[in-house]
């Protein structure tokens, strides 16, 4: 199958790059669309339940940050034309990625390790798994940097 839509995800850490990269270089060889998707995990939120305003404030300026870093990756894809298109939501990371994939009908889903170790690993699960495990469609999961460094830190 060739893929005709690719979505790639981000959470703009510096172990995305390389997906980042390998999502690019695909959609230029099968020309295809790529979708880029930044998901604010409301997971990591503060716990502002009482405090709605604050809240919503805190929401407003993560999304006009993402958003506005989804814009330098659009452009640097100015070259594919009309075939790229950025996204910015909010909500759990992997049912949006899945839900989104399914919305458009994605036919290969790219991303990174999103770079959770740890305790927050242990408590909030791979990412990239439970996408893995939901997506009903083919995921590309790539290393960044950071898991490598910290898997040969580890092997010490």
Known sequence: MIPKKILFCTDFSENCQPAYELAVEYAKAFEAQLLILHVIDDRDLPGYVD?????????????????????VMEEECAFMADNVKTYCRTGTTPREIVALAREESVDLIVTGTHGRSG???????????????????????????????????QCK
């Not at 709605?52 to 805190?58: H, N, Y």
């Open 51 to 71: 405090w709605a305003e604050k809240l919503r404030e805190i929401l407003g300026k993560l999304e006009r940050t993402a958003n506005d870093r989804l814009q």
């Open 119 to 153: 305790v927050k690993h242990l408590v909030m699960g791979s990412v990239a798994r439970s996408v893995l495990k939901t997506a009903r469609r083919p995921v590309l999961i790539m290393e960044g940097p950071a898991e490598k460094e910290l898997s040969l830190e």
